[in-house]
């Protein structure tokens, strides 16, 4: 009930075993009843309703209330939060793209003025002149 965007997609999350009722993973057939506890894995959280009435035909959204009631635990949003805030953060140094920082650091180096800032004259390099030698 408005869980899912489409029916497909809820049959394929009951196939994948996303979906389980009082603890067990069902089949996309299997009947609820008024009452039961659906747990609907949704990465990264664990989403929990409760079945409260047995709709005839679907509904708009703003009758869901009415026959599910939302009972996820905080702890789960907060984990949904910090997944969000995350974002690309943790992502190892090397892996994927460069970021745009990356690439700008990576164009600055290749220029020549740059370049020329780190060049060292390796003939000055003992502080003795290589010509009386």
Known sequence: M???KTRTIA?????????????VAVKPSRAIKV????DVKK???TYTFRVKALAPNRLGAKLVPEYLENITSPAQYE???????????D?????????????????????????DTYFLDFED???EDDDDA
């Not at 049959?11 to 603890?23: F, L, M, N």
């Not at 009452?35 to 659906?38: A, E, F, L, M």
């Not at 180096?109 to 370049?115: H, L, S």
């Open 35 to 38: 009452g039961d506890v659906i």
């Open 11 to 23: 049959t394929d999350a009951c196939k994948k075993g996303r979906v389980s009722v009082g603890g």
């Open 125 to 127: 390099m003992d502080g």
């Open 79 to 89: 984990l949904l939060e910090m997944t969000r805030i995350s974002g690309f953060v």
């Open 43 to 45: 990465p990264p959280i």
């Open 91 to 115: 992502r190892r140094k090397g892996l994927g793209r460069p970021t745009k920082r990356d690439s700008r650091e990576l164009s600055r180096f290749r220029e020549d003025t740059y370049a």
């Open 2 to 4: 408005r869980v899912f």
